[in-house]
C-alpha cells in the first residue's frame, strides 16, 4: 500500500465546476509534488512545494491552483477546466528540497479526472 | 534541459527468463536515477534507484547498472515472473538542488507465461 494518500479515486466534473483533489503523507517529508499523466505516457510535473512553499510551477494554465497547508496536506484547486485536461494526478513526496536531499519520491495511486 | 530516452517501448519475455531495459539521458549534472514500475490503476512505485557514484546496485531479482561516461543506465530483471508485467519508467535527477525528475517515455513489459 502506498504511503501517499489521495482522494477521491475518480472525479467527474463539468468544464465551470470548482473541485479539489486532495493529497495527504505521513512519512514526515518537506517535498510534495503534482504531477499530471496522460495515457501512455510518463508523469509530467506540475508544482513542487518545499517546505511547504511553492518551488516549482510548469508553467502550469491558472485554472489549476495549488495549495499546501501544512507539511503533509497538498491540495490542487480546479476552475473552468477543458476536456484536454482529463487525466491521472498523481501525487508525489520526497524527503527535502534545497539543500538537504530531495529523492527518492514516492507516489500516490492519483485521482482519475474525467472533464465533461 | 535534461532529456531522457528509453528503450524498448514495449518488451515480452518468457516467463523465468530475463528482462532488460535501457535509458540514456543528457545532462552530465543529473546523478540520481530511479526506477518505476506502474501497474493498472495504481501509481508509479519505486523498485530501485541508483547514484552516480555507484556503478551497480542490485536487489534480489532487480538490479541496475550505470555508466556515467556513456550517460546510460539499465534495469536488469531476472527469473521473470508474470507478476513483473507492468510499465516500467526510468528517470534522472539530481539528489540535492532541483528537485525535477525527468522520466523516459515507459516500457510496457508483458510476461509470458
Known amino acids: 500500500d502506498t504511503e501517499v494518500t489521495q482522494t477521491p479515486k475518480h472525479l467527474v466534473m463539468g468544464m465551470t465546476n470548482k473541485k479539489s483533489l486532495k493529497c495527504e503523507q505521513h512519512?514526515?517529508?518537506?517535498?510534495m509534488y503534482w504531477y499530471k499523466q496522460k495515457a501512455k505516457k510518463p508523469p509530467e510535473l506540475m508544482f513542487v512545494?518545499?517546505?511547504?512553499?511553492?518551488?516549482i510551477n510548469e508553467s502550469v494554465p491558472s485554472r489549476f491552483s495549488p495549495e499546501c497547508p501544512n507539511s503533509s496536506l497538498l491540495n490542487l484547486h480546479l476552475h473552468a477546466l477543458q476536456p484536454e485536461d482529463s487525466a491521472l494526478y498523481l501525487c508525489?513526496?520526497?524527503?527535502?528540497?534545497?539543500?538537504?536531499?530531495?529523492?527518492?519520491?514516492?507516489f500516490g495511486d492519483g485521482t482519475r479526472l474525467s472533464i465533461l | 534541459g535534461e532529456n531522457v530516452e528509453q528503450h524498448p517501448s514495449t518488451l515480452s519475455v518468457q516467463e523465468g527468463d530475463s528482462a532488460v531495459i535501457k535509458c540514456t539521458y543528457s545532462d552530465s549534472a543529473s546523478n540520481y536515477f530511479p526506477w518505476y514500475k506502474q501497474e493498472l490503476g495504481k501509481g508509479p512505485q519505486l523498485i530501485i534507484d541508483i547514484r552516480s557514484n555507484v556503478g551497480e546496485k542490485k536487489d534480489q531479482r532487480i538490479a541496475v547498472t550505470l555508466n556515467k561516461t556513456a550517460k546510460h543506465f539499465s534495469l536488469h530483471i531476472t527469473e521473470t515472473q508474470p507478476e513483473d508485467s507492468a510499465v516500467y519508467f526510468c528517470a534522472a535527477g539530481t539528489v540535492q538542488g532541483a528537485q525535477k525528475l525527468v522520466f523516459g517515455q515507459g516500457t510496457r513489459l508483458t510476461i509470458n507465461p
Open positions: 512519512m514526515g517529508h518537506r517535498a
Open positions: 508525489a513526496s520526497s524527503p527535502g528540497g534545497g539543500t538537504e536531499s530531495n529523492q527518492p519520491q514516492h
Open positions: 512545494y518545499s517546505y511547504e512553499k511553492l518551488s
